[in-house]
């Protein structure tokens, strides 16, 4: 085997070894309680949601665009990042490039539940990626209004369970931070509840709307954080 195809070869491993990894670590959301003790926040619970993984080279900065049937979210990061459209409607997408002239991976996965749908993988300088659910896209949808994300920078690594709600839907989800959640339309206000399961360390999260922090969480191994 030549140098170039053992380089392909061993890239490739390293890419179906992180993502059986991350699958049987990340059973992603809405699949049971998880990490709590029994029913949690006043809402009912909501259906499976849509998650995006991304990752391959650590430290690979990449710009996204993700979107639904209703919204749209652009956003940057750093490889590895879990994304997760909370209250999502089909069908869903998120399209990534990297912001380095380089040969590092950036890779990203779509996870509908525990269902797998879709991954994608691209090693060229600049290169760009997409992966979608089953049903096809039109168009983009306009920008989320209200635009409200929250944040889990970390501790790095940490497993946690959380419930996410606004005044009609709770929504329980399972993943590892880095984490940033995207509440699609949100009913008024939105709080979170967030339980570790390994305790690296405590919390540090954020919550924004429409680009501006406008509540912050640390300590462990439970926190919450709510919309002021």
Same mark, same amino acid.
């Given at each position: ?8 070869f061993?890239k490739?491993c ?7 990894a991350l ?10 309680? +998880?990490?709590f003790? +029994?029913? @949690?926040?006043?809402t009912?619970?909501?259906p ?6 991304v990752? +391959?080279?650590s430290?690979t900065?990449?710009?996204a665009t ?5 919204s749209?979210?652009t ?5 590895p990042?879990s994304?997760?459209?909370i209250?999502n ?6 399209i ?9 991976i ?20 600049f290169?760009t990626?997409?992966v ?14 209200p635009?409200?994300r929250?944040?889990?920078i ?6 946690f369970?959380a ?9 329980? @989800?399972?993943?590892r931070?880095?984490?940033?959640f ?6 008024g206000?939105?709080t979170?509840?967030?339980f570790q ?6 919390f ?5 709307l429409?680009g @501006?922090v406008v509540?912050t ?11 002021p």
């Amino acid at each position: 085997m030549t140098q170039h195809a053992m380089r392909k070869f061993v890239k490739f491993c390293a890419i179906r070894a992180a993502w059986a990894a991350l699958a049987f670590s990340l059973a992603a959301c809405n699949n049971g309680l +998880g990490g709590f003790s +029994g029913s @949690v926040g006043n809402t009912p619970k909501g259906p499976a949601q849509t998650s995006f993984r991304v990752l +391959g080279t650590s430290g690979t900065g990449f710009t996204a665009t993700v979107s639904n049937s209703r919204s749209s979210w652009t956003l940057q990061g750093n490889v590895p990042l879990s994304i997760e459209i909370i209250n999502n409607v089909q069908p869903a997408r998120m399209i990534a490039t990297k912001t380095a002239g380089d040969n590092s991976i950036l890779s990203l996965q779509v996870i509908n539940g525990t269902n797998q749908l879709e991954v994608a993988s691209t090693t060229a300088p600049f290169g760009t990626v997409q992966v979608q659910t089953r049903k096809k896209f039109d168009t983009i949808a306009p920008s989320a209004v209200p635009d409200l994300r929250i944040f889990v920078i970390g501790p790095a690594g940490e497993r946690f369970s959380a419930l996410i709600e606004d005044l009609t839907d709770g929504f329980t @989800v399972d993943a590892r931070a880095p984490a940033l959640f995207l509440f699609d339309s949100p009913s008024g206000k939105v709080t979170g509840q967030f339980f570790q399961i390994q305790n690296l360390g405590g919390f540090d999260i954020n919550m924004t709307l429409n680009g @501006v922090v406008v509540a912050t969480a640390m300590g462990g191994p439970n926190v919450t954080i709510r919309e002021p």
